[in-house]
Nanobody
Framework: QVQLVESGGGLVQAGGSLRVSCAAS????????LGWFRQAPGKEREFVAA????????SHVDSVKGRFTISRDNAKNTVYLQMNSLKPEDTAVYYC??????????????????WGQGTQVTVSS
């Protein structure tokens, strides 16, 4: 069982930066791949970024490439999403998720077993 708690969301102006974090409980954190997803009002949840169990493989959706970076610290049981050059269209609730497995990280929410409660990120124009 893994429990995930996001933090670090907030209000930022367009062009600004924000880092959201997700702290996990459980002793097997390093055996999970981790992902960030987001959901804007009236829209479906969409993939943002994912990282493999050891951080060796990372993927980002095209719309955030070059602006967002996912990373993890297995010693701290934490995954991060550094968001730079934020745009109003990045406004959403951001969720972290964990999926059990040693393989590459997945970009579909169906492959994730545990989810956090979400943290709101609002980018003003």
């Amino acid at each position: 069982q893994v429990q995930l708690v996001e933090s670090g969301g907030g209000l930022v102006q367009a062009g600004g930066s924000l880092r959201v974090s997700c702290a996990a409980s459980g002793r097997t954190f390093s055996s999970y791949y981790l992902g960030w997803f987001r959901q804007a009002p009236g829209k479906e949840r969409e993939f943002v970024a994912a990282i493999s169990w050891n951080g060796g493989i990372r993927s980002h959706v095209d719309s955030v490439k070059g602006r967002f970076t996912i990373s993890r610290d297995n010693a701290k049981n934490t995954v991060y999403l550094q968001m730079n050059s934020l745009k109003p269209e990045d406004t959403a609730v951001y969720y972290c998720a964990a999926g059990a497995g040693w393989g590459p990280p997945r970009d579909s929410p169906h492959f994730y077993d545990y989810w956090g409660q979400g943290t709101q990120v609002t980018v003003s124009s």
